[in-house]
């Protein structure tokens, strides 16, 4: 599995702003997140597939989180914190889904990172 740092540097390559490289990200990480929802029943190896998308898309927050959580980033403060709620909520929401695995579980986290990716496209 390739981490969300290599992804990041990967896709930065490809992309031409910032936001359209976090937006790239979100993407593949709710693509992975749905291929593993859509595939619950037929794949064998489906469990350490969820393994691997929660593990890709919690790391991904993690690097979010950790520039929001940035008092130097340039972001408005009150944007900031919201974007640092809705990062608790993927890492709080990921431990649930590992500890109680539903597929509907997962929608919510895709959901997320496609409006997050949306918006930084300027489709929201």
């Not at 936001?19 to 990200?25: F, I, P, V």
């Not at 709710?30 to 029943?41: G, K, S, T, Y």
């Amino acid at each position: 599995m390739r981490s969300a740092a290599q992804a990041y540097k990967n896709v930065s390559r490809q992309t031409s702003s910032p936001r359209e490289l976090e937006a790239s990200l979100l993407l593949q990480a709710a693509a992975r997140l749905q291929a593993v929802q859509e595939n619950w029943d037929s794949d064998n190896g489906a469990r350490a597939k969820l393994d691997d998308a929660l593990l890709y898309n919690r790391k991904l927050w993690s690097v979010f989180v950790g520039d929001m959580a940035d008092a130097s980033h340039p972001m408005p403060r009150e944007l900031r914190q919201n974007f640092l709620n809705i990062g608790l909520f993927v890492m709080n929401h990921t431990v649930t889904v590992m500890s109680n695995p539903q597929p509907e579980r997962l929608g919510s986290l895709i959901n997320i990172n496609r409006e997050i990716a949306a918006g930084l496209l300027g489709r929201a």
